[in-house]
């Protein structure tokens, strides 16, 4: 399995920006699809947006489409969350996920290998 190791989450307010990035080792990162996902404080896993293996394939949470984009690069092992025009409810632990299937799903039960999560609080 692929680690992965989330990093660029913080504090930021309402209108702002944040880019996550999900460092990939371990295994080919270009073979896996990717996903994030996202869990505010009592709710479930929420899926955010999923990548193909290459990259030109990409889509959204109905609630993120617009702001966020999701990127890969591919050379350095490593996928983005490019976060715009932040809500408070967009709080959450966000988490970057790798799939052994063929390509990516808003199913969290389809990923395997999981980051540990980057906090994102977006205040109004």
């Known amino acids: 399995q692929v680690q992965l190791v989330e990093s660029g989450g913080g504090l930021v307010q309402a209108g702002g920006s944040l880019r996550l990035s999900c460092a990939a080792s371990?295994?080919?990162?270009?073979?896996?699809?990717m996903g994030w996902f996202r869990q505010a404080s009592g709710k479930e896993r929420e899926f955010v947006a999923g990548?193909?293996?290459?990259?030109?394939?990409?889509f959204y949470a109905d609630s993120v489409k617009g702001r966020f984009t999701i990127s890969r690069d591919n050379a350095k092992n490593t996928a983005y969350l490019q976060m715009n025009s932040l809500r408070p409810e967009d709080t959450a632990v966000y988490h970057c996920?790798?799939?052994?299937?063929?390509?990516?799903?808003?199913?969290?039960?389809?990923?395997?290998?999981w980051g540990q999560g980057t906090q994102v609080t977006v205040s109004s």
């Open positions: 371990g295994r080919t990162f270009s073979g896996y699809p």
């Open positions: 990548i193909a293996r290459s990259g030109f394939l990409t």
């Open positions: 996920a790798a799939t052994s299937r063929t390509v990516p799903t808003r199913s969290r039960g389809d990923y395997t290998s």
